[in-house]
């Protein structure tokens, strides 16, 4: 199960399709925080830990 921290970071390793659910959810809310800046080097480097994290969460749901 995927435990979010009041910075939206998922903090535990997915397991199944709702923790795949709430890591795109995670994602979705990174991204609309961030709004219509440019992405800086270690925002963009969250991001993508947030993708893996979603990623790690599809591949176990499948």
Same mark, same amino acid.
Request: proline share 5%; charged share 30%.
């Given at each position: 199960?995927?435990?979010? =921290?009041?910075?939206?970071?998922?903090?535990?390793?997915?397991? !199944? %399709? #709702?923790? +795949? %659910? %709430? #890591?795109? *959810?995670?994602? =979705? $809310?990174?991204? =609309? &925080?961030? !709004?219509?800046?440019?992405? !800086? *080097?270690? *925002? &963009? +480097? *969250?991001? #993508? $830990?947030? $993708? =893996?994290?979603?990623?790690? &969460?599809? $591949?176990? +749901?499948?």
């Amino acid at each position: 199960m995927i435990v979010m =921290r009041d910075d939206t970071r998922p903090t535990a390793t997915p397991s !199944g %399709a #709702a923790d +795949a %659910a %709430a #890591a795109n *959810e995670a994602i =979705r $809310r990174y991204v =609309r &925080a961030h !709004g219509n800046r440019p992405w !800086g *080097e270690r *925002e &963009a +480097a *969250e991001l #993508a $830990r947030l $993708r =893996r994290v979603w990623l790690a &969460a599809i $591949r176990t +749901a499948a």
